[in-house]
């Protein structure tokens, strides 16, 4: 169980002069929850579009189950993991229905209609995503059902690896108490790889297994909300930590 | 999950229905005439010319031909090439414009030199008709008196008249320049339709205009015919140019006119064109009065000339943007790409679309395998419309949200089906604005198909200019307008069923938002 599903190995990631990252190096353990956490333009997003290739390193190399990701194998690979982002991610022409279905009715080996329609009930359900929605357009659905929908989508194939980037941060703070409620139970129930990028760390703490914060393209340490909090790498760990108060500290 | 098959059917349908309406046009377009001979004869645009047109055409129908008359081609080199061509078979000119426009003589030509230098080019001459049109100077009879002008060389005395004259006139060989140094004149005149130039002189715009001699305009708007007093102007003895490899027996029909149309005659016939805006009925007034045949031919319906040009411009329209619209969405989802290429591909139907559409449509006529015909308007046309399909399909991939894009991508379908599947459907109401822009610019530009004898709604328009009648300009201009008002109908009901409904939500839900 403790093997590591994901690694990137020497990654450094230029845009023109800007690096986006430094030189880094990270194991993302199978069946486990991983945080990626910091400040705005730390560097989380680009690992996550760097797993699942919408961005190639300019050194390095990201393995999956210790196969380096390349042209070759990248359609397979996104085809076992879903990707959920801020802003839903769902396109405007199809229904929710056909969001969620799309690659399940593209895919050479095509379910039949029958169990299409039971993977959506099924769907449906872990999500609390209600039936009637379905039929309805990204413009009709809420900020919370649209993120359900993507989220259904994302498992929709039911890959081993969900890449969210920050999906609660559009939302407003009761949805999103309860839809981080969802999300933990959901990923505990369902055993896959999850790396989830936020910029809230009662979020990270409440949601994460391991947690990676992260300060200007760099990886500052990893390791659960104790470790952080009681063994901090170096000064901005215990800041970024206490930066974050909570009512009760008022 | 019904309603959805429902639309699926409804798609399905309109698809097959363009496929049946296609075909019937191709069919139109490549049908061969079945039984009779076909023969093409084409004339200049001016009334005369439309009117012997019209005779030769009779001429050879009733000697059994099917006429394919391609009526106001153009001045005299674009019809003189289509003759070369083969576009056309035979068409009426005047001996003074061979002389100096076709064969470019400086010196005067006999009637057999005439024939032997046209021979090496593959063509021969009839015998003269019988009248001399040539050019000749008109003013307002009562100008002409009030400032004693009565002879060409009267002009130099004047030099602040305000001079109106044909394109060609303006820069033929025995045109104005010539003549301006023959006769000493320090005018500088403005070039003008012919047509139009009737109506200036008449409104006292212009104060002296070309004309030609036979014009039934002169005697109209009672203009005074200034003498040429130097003898500048050639003869135009009326002919009909023919193409050598014409059927022997097509010749002998035409060459039945010879001697047998005076000045008297040419002028009634021009008078009659232009009072009755028919040119069938001035030909018919020919056969009444040389033949004593009765005329029993009866005129065609104004109805079915409509539903004949209607027709015509339909088929114009319709192939043109056919073809545009399959070469112009490739090309627009390359060009949605960053690069030089994509600068090129939007770049090109560009400066294209900046070539005035006259201008075109002559670059065009000389290309081989296009000359006079409709396959040359189809081919302008379909230059026409490539720019906003082009760009709008472009411009519709490129707006499409980076996030969407990356979701997109993210799914892991390969890179067609991510087009096909989303980013077309997500485009398709900027790639639909695009199609709908060029059409309704195609359906007025179709209008100039006329030209060069393609037909559609453009020739009442050109029959109109030259016989300077607004009635007939609008039997087709009318006509063009509704049509493309009803285009544009037709592609707001087609928005409901192409433009996937979530983009009208989307779209009804972000004209709400800023309204608020």
């Known amino acids: ?250 | 999950m019904k309603k959805q098959e429902e639309v699926n059917s409804i798609r399905q349908n309109i698809s097959r229905c363009t496929f049946y309406a296609l075909s019937v046009l191709l069919l139109i377009y490549t049908l061969p005439s079945a039984d009779a001979q076909k023969i093409g004869v084409g004339s200049k645009r001016f009334t005369e010319s439309f009117v012997l047109g019209e005779i030769a055409k009779r001429l050879l129908e009733d000697a059994g031909y099917h006429v394919e008359f391609k009526q106001g081609m153009g001045g005299t080199i674009i019809v003189w090439e289509a003759l070369k061509n083969g576009d056309i078979a035979m068409y009426p000119d005047y001996t003074g414009t061979i002389q100096e426009t076709i064969l470019k003589s400086a010196t005067p030509l006999t009637s057999e030199q005439m024939q032997s230098a046209l021979a090496e080019h593959g063509i021969g001459m009839t015998g003269e008709l019988g009248f001399n049109n040539t050019y000749a100077f008109a003013m307002r009879r009562a100008h002409s008196d009030s400032l004693n002008i009565h002879k060409i060389s009267d002009l130099q005395d004047h030099p602040n008249l305000k001079v109106g004259v044909s394109h060609e006139f303006l820069k033929r060989k025995d045109g104005w320049e010539p003549l301006s140094r023959r006769y000493g004149l320090q005018i500088t005149p403005r070039g003008m339709e012919h047509a139009l130039a009737y109506v200036a002189l008449n409104n006292g715009e212009i104060d002296l205009m070309d004309a030609y001699s036979t014009d039934a305009k002169l005697a109209e708007y009672d203009l005074a015919v200034l003498e040429d007093d130097l003898h500048f102007f050639p003869k135009y003895n009326s002919v009909f140019l023919y193409r050598l490899d014409t059927d022997l027996a097509a010749i002998d029909a035409i060459r039945t006119v010879e001697g047998a149309i005076d000045e008297g005659l040419m002028t009634r016939l021009n008078a009659e064109a232009e009072r009755t805006n028919d040119f069938t009925a001035a030909a018919s007034l020919y056969f009444s009065e040389v033949e004593h045949r009765a005329v029993e031919v009866a005129p065609e319906s104004f109805v079915s000339k409509l539903a004949r040009w209607t027709a015509r411009h339909l088929m114009l329209v319709g192939i043109s943007m056919v073809i545009a619209i399959v070469v112009s969405i490739p090309l627009g989802i390359r060009a949605s790409r960053p690069g030089l290429l994509s600068q090129i591909i939007i770049g090109v139907p560009g400066v294209m679309q900046t070539v005035p559409s006259l201008a075109l449509l002559a670059l065009l006529v000389p290309v081989p395998m296009l000359g006079i015909s409709p396959t040359t308007a189809i081919v302008a046309l379909f230059l026409y419309s490539l720019l906003p399909i082009v760009r709008n399909t472009a411009t519709g991939l490129q707006n499409i949200p980076i996030p969407l894009r990356e979701s997109a991508a993210a799914l892991g379908l390969e890179s067609t089906a991510q087009l096909t599947k989303l980013y077309l459907p997500m485009a398709s109401r900027t790639i639909l604005a695009g199609i709908k822009t060029s059409v309704i610019i195609n359906v007025g530009t179709a209008t100039l198909a006329a030209l060069i004898g393609a037909g559609g709604l453009g020739e009442p328009i050109i029959s109109g200019l030259a016989l300077n009648n607004a009635e007939v300009i609008l039997q087709g201009a009318i006509p063009a307008a509704l049509l493309a008002i009803l285009v544009q109908v037709c592609f707001d009901a087609l928005d409901r069923l192409i433009i996937p409904r979530g983009l009208r939500l989307e779209e009804a839900s972000q004209q709400a938002g800023t309204g608020e």
């Open chain 1, 1 to 250: 169980m403790n093997e590591n599903k994901i690694t990137l190995r020497d990654i450094e990631m230029r845009f023109g002069d800007v690096v986006a990252l430094h030189s880094t190096n990270l194991q993302i353990a199978a069946g486990q929850t991983t945080v990626l956490i910091g400040p705005s333009g730390c560097g989380k997003s680009t690992i996550l579009r760097l797993i699942i290739g919408l961005l190639t390193p300019t050194s390095g190399a990201v393995e999956f189950e210790g196969v380096p990701v390349s042209q070759n194998n990248i359609l397979a690979l996104r085809r076992r993991m879903g990707y959920v982002i801020q802003e839903g991610g769902l396109f405007p022409h199809l229904t929710a229905a056909q969001n969620v279905t799309l690659m399940a009715r593209h895919l050479q080996s095509a379910l039949p209609e029958d169990e299409i329609q039971a993977k959506l009930d099924e769907l449906c359900e872990l999500t609390r995503f209600p039936q009637e929605g379905l039929a309805r357009y990204a413009v009709e659905l809420s900020g919370g059902q649209r993120q359900r929908v993507s989220l259904m989508r994302a498992l929709a194939l039911d890959p081993d690896v969900l890449l969210l980037d920050e999906p609660l941060g559009a939302l407003d703070p009761m949805v999103r108490a309860s839809l981080q409620t969802e999300l933990k139970e959901i990923f505990g129930r369902l055993g896959k790889t999850v790396v989830l990028v936020t910029h809230d760390m009662a979020e990270a703490g409440y949601i994460g297994d391991s947690i990676v914060l992260m300060r200007g393209g760099r990886i500052v340490q990893q390791g659960s909300l104790d470790d952080l909090r009681e063994r901090p790498a170096d000064d901005f760990v215990s800041e970024f930590i206490t930066a974050q108060r909570s009512l009760i500290q008022l």
